[in-house]
């Protein structure tokens, strides 16, 4: 061969390996998409796999529509069987959207309530890019079942059915996904993550309690942790409200005048007043709520310094709150769950509509709380139980089978933390059915921990005024995506989050880590920077 002939083979060569290259590298397209219709298995069946131009997707119900780009759409249903009961379907619903520009990360998304529907598998981050948007394929899973509603616990009958929503859907859902992920794009995930609140930030904690090996990063927010529990607290609240709630001319509690507005309105102005400026500046917000020391018993009518009129509160209407706040016990006066901080939450719609209810309708305590007790939570499930009637020590008993498979109360985290896990968990103080005080003591439980601080894997960040996962005279916009990835992929671990709200324009706030609180400095009293973590 000549030196010219052998100089055109080696370029030829070249040209042959970088074009495969450039085709090894090229973003899956339709094709690859379409193919994953053939995953079908005796017990996983694609439902559906299509491509997906860029657009937009509703993120959930009262949320605005998320712009998406170009993606693989895949829905699987894992273990499909039938029911007998009605409006009711069993079986893993797992949906996956694997964008074409993938920046090499799984996101496992959340459900929320009681789940039972496929919600789109966006990554949704309140007032920040959703997790699609900046390029993570994410997934979603209904846990199990398709019900009604998100609060339809009618599952509960069902073994496996209540196996899924407990846990091993979201286990499922994970392997899954990962598999469907390392088919289309042709490798695996370079990160994992995992992210949800309320009933998804109790799968978030189950990841990392259940799944130590499967996510890199678990973000947790306002968590139905020990779900058992809280639903016992619903009872406990409903029964202590109708207690003192006056009755209709048929004799019938009417708990939605148990506590007028205005009344809840001066227990939120009483507890600004005594507990606004323990951080050293007034400005709406409790910062630190662990020293405030307020106590509704200051508003009853006739004290000194009780509003006038028809904002003092009865004896037994302070009682009632003190019960409520200070969390569910038994006959021997034995804490069972947590309490709670007084807030500026108590006199917003959402404490209201879930303590007390409105306009006609029930408190959620009643219905949420009352039917999950019946179908879920006891062992065997009781449909006719009149949650009046529940007896916090007799009847507790019945709760700990669900708890021992569904609660995430868990505290040795050993091999997730060993392995560099990172678990950012954040609460809002104003959480109307959450307890503050069960989240806090779990947390100071955790194990591997450090002497005293910030653990070096796990934090908590508590968020002042924000109602049940977003709301109330709170900054509740946070990109809690953005810290778990600098924390877990850059090392940078979040002492302070930057966070803004609706209620609040033009204002910035720090969330600091659990048990420091955000101190004011001095200088402009709107902007986050005139603020420490201590």
Not at 69 to 98: K, T
Not at 122 to 142: C, K, L, M, Q
Not at 432 to 446: C, H, P
Request: proline share 7%; aromatic share 6%; glycine share 12%.
């Amino acid at each position: 061969m000549t030196v010219r002939a052998c100089v055109s083979a080696l370029l030829a060569a070249a040209s042959l390996a970088a074009g495969q290259a450039t085709a090894a590298n090229a973003a899956p397209g339709r094709e690859a998409c379409t193919a994953l219709a053939q995953r079908s298995t005796a017990d996983v069946r694609v439902t559906e796999a299509q491509w997906q131009p860029a657009g937009s997707l509703p993120a959930g119900p009262g949320n605005a529509a998320i712009a998406v780009p170009e993606h693989c759409l895949v829905r699987l249903m894992v273990n499909a069987r039938p029911s007998n009961v009605p409006d009711m379907g069993y079986g893993i619903g797992i949906e996956v959207r694997l964008p074409s520009q993938w920046n090499g990360r799984l996101l496992v998304q959340g459900g929320g309530g009681m789940n039972g529907s496929l919600l789109p598998a966006v990554g949704r981050v309140a007032g920040f890019p959703a997790a699609i948007e900046r390029g993570f394929a994410v997934v979603s899973t209904d846990s199990g079942h398709q019900g009604r509603s998100a609060i339809d616990s009618r599952f509960g009958v069902d073994q496996q059915a209540k196996l899924d929503f407990a846990y091993q859907g979201i286990e499922r859902a994970t392997r899954e996904s990962k598999s469907v992920l390392s088919q289309f794009y042709g490798r695996k995930a370079d990160r994992s993550y995992f992210m949800g609140c309320s009933t998804g930030g109790r799968e978030a904690l189950l990841a990392a309690q259940r799944l130590p090996l499967q996510f890199d990063g678990v973000v947790s927010g306002n968590a139905a942790r020990d779900f058992t529990r809280l639903v016992t607290h619903q009872i406990w609240s409903l029964q202590t409200v109708t207690r003192i709630a006056p009755r209709d001319a048929a004799g019938k509690p009417d708990l939605s005048r148990a506590f007028s507005d205005a009344q809840l309105q001066a227990v939120s102005a009483a507890v600004l007043k005594e507990c606004d400026a323990l951080d050293g500046l007034r400005d709406g917000m409790i910062n630190d709520h662990a020293a405030c020391r307020f106590t509704p018993k200051v508003l009853v009518c006739g004290q000194p310094g009780a509003p006038a009129g028809d904002s003092c509160l009865t004896a037994p209407q302070a009682d009632a709150l003190e019960k409520i706040f200070g969390g569910v016990r038994n006959a021997r006066g034995e804490p069972l769950y947590g309490s709670f901080p007084f807030d500026t939450g108590i006199a917003t719609a959402a404490w209201r509509g879930m303590h007390l209810g409105a306009n006609g309708n029930p408190p959620a305590n009643g219905t949420l709380g009352a039917d999950t007790m019946r179908n879920y939570v006891l062992t065997p499930p009781q449909p006719s139980l009149d949650p009046l009637a529940f007896d916090f020590d007799r009847d507790l008993p019945r709760t700990f089978e669900t708890a021992a498979i569904n609660d995430a109360t868990g505290t040795q985290h050993s091999t997730f933390a060993g392995r560099g896990g990172k678990l950012l968990i954040y609460h809002g103080l104003s959480d109307q059915g959450m307890s503050t005080g069960s989240l806090v003591r779990w947390y100071e439980q955790l194990t591997p921990r450090a002497a005293e601080g910030p653990q070096d894997w796990a934090r908590l960040f508590l968020v002042p005024g924000m109602t049940h996962c977003g709301g109330g005279q709170s900054t509740d916009q946070f990109d809690v995506l953005a810290a778990i990835q600098a924390w877990v992929e850059d090392g940078k671990a979040p002492d302070r989050i930057v966070a803004k709200g609706a209620a609040f324009p033009g204002r910035t706030r720090p969330l600091c880590p659990h048990p420091k609180v955000a101190r004011f400095d001095g200088g402009d009293p709107e902007n986050e920077r005139s603020f420490s973590c201590r």
